[in-house]
């Protein structure tokens, strides 16, 4: 179901900023029609004029409601039984880190996304009967590296800090990975997924630069990364057609770490 040529549907959770940003601009650049939720439209608005991408819906609501992200997994659009429902979700919300406390801004940001999106995929289907019976959304998020328990996925230098520090969002990351993961063994919620764990995030792209690629138990260990050039890296290999249509499927209901 869902579209059916080259060019996809994707929402994105998170794209007013960093990692979403990054996937988000090549996406509305490749032609691929873009539904974003976001809590301050204007965010998205200001950088992608309606005139100039009419292939952008921006959907102002919260991603820990899953009304307003049910609304942003079916494009009303372009009806194909009444409705097309969405390829891919890309998720990329965070909180904001607050050193001085270890902690997060919100300490569940990622896992009650997580909850709100699952939900919404299950609302989805019962709104839109048509469409539910074939439909297999990929759902790609970003989790983070540091969490992995089968093998040490930060440089030995960093691990201090990745355990002392960033203790709050890293359980924030696994409970969000494990609902994710869990949901996909229920046959009856019929998505597939990607986990991207990137290492620290940078800000300065630097598109010339290899990015390393682990996957599973075998992950690729590194410093950091910028947050656009992991925005690229999930554009190219989980939402562009060509790389993530064959050899993309190697990452389905994989965990992969990306890193410089
Ligand atoms: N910092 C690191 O070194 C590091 C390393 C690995 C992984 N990560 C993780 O990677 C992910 C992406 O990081 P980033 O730096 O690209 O993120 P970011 O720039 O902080 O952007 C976070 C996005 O999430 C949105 N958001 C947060 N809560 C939301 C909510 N309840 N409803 C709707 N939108 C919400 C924000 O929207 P607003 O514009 O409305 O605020 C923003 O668009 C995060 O989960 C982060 O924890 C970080």
């Not at 990622?110 to 919404?120: D, F, I, N, V, Y």
Request: proline residues 6%; aromatic residues 6%.
């Amino acid at each position: 179901m869902a579209s059916s040529s080259t060019t996809k549907t994707i929402a994105f959770m998170g794209a007013s900023g960093g990692i979403g940003l990054g996937a988000l601009t090549r996406a509305l650049g490749a032609g691929h029609k873009c539904i974003a939720l976001c809590r301050t439209p204007s965010k998205l608005a200001d950088k992608f004029p309606s005139d100039k991408y009419p292939n952008l819906r921006v959907v102002q609501g919260n991603a820990h409601d899953s009304a307003a992200v049910a609304q942003c997994l079916v494009d009303g659009t372009t009806p194909v039984d009444g409705t097309t429902p969405v390829d891919v979700v890309v998720s990329t919300i965070g909180g904001v880190l607050k050193l001085s406390c270890m902690t997060l801004d919100d300490p569940h940001v990622c896992e009650k996304g997580m909850a709100a999106l699952l939900e919404a995929v299950s609302l989805a289907r019962r709104q839109h009967p048509l469409t539910a019976r074939q439909w297999r959304p990929r759902i790609n998020v970003v989790s983070t590296c540091g969490i992995s328990p089968a093998a040490r996925d930060v440089p030995i230098l960093f691990v201090p800090m990745y355990k002392l520090m960033l203790r709050v969002p890293h359980a924030d990351k696994i409970a969000m990975e494990s609902l994710l993961t869990n949901g996909a063994g229920d046959r009856n919620r019929g998505y597939t997924y990607s986990i991207v764990r990137p290492s620290f995030l940078v800000d300065e792209p630097q598109p010339q630069r290899e990015i390393r690629v682990g996957l599973g138990d075998a992950p690729a260990v590194g410093y950091v990364i910028s947050r656009d050039d992991a925005g690229r890296w999930i554009y190219e290999n989980l939402l562009d057609g060509g790389k993530a249509g064959e050899e993309g499927r190697r990452y389905e209901n994989m965990i992969a770490t990306i890193t410089w």
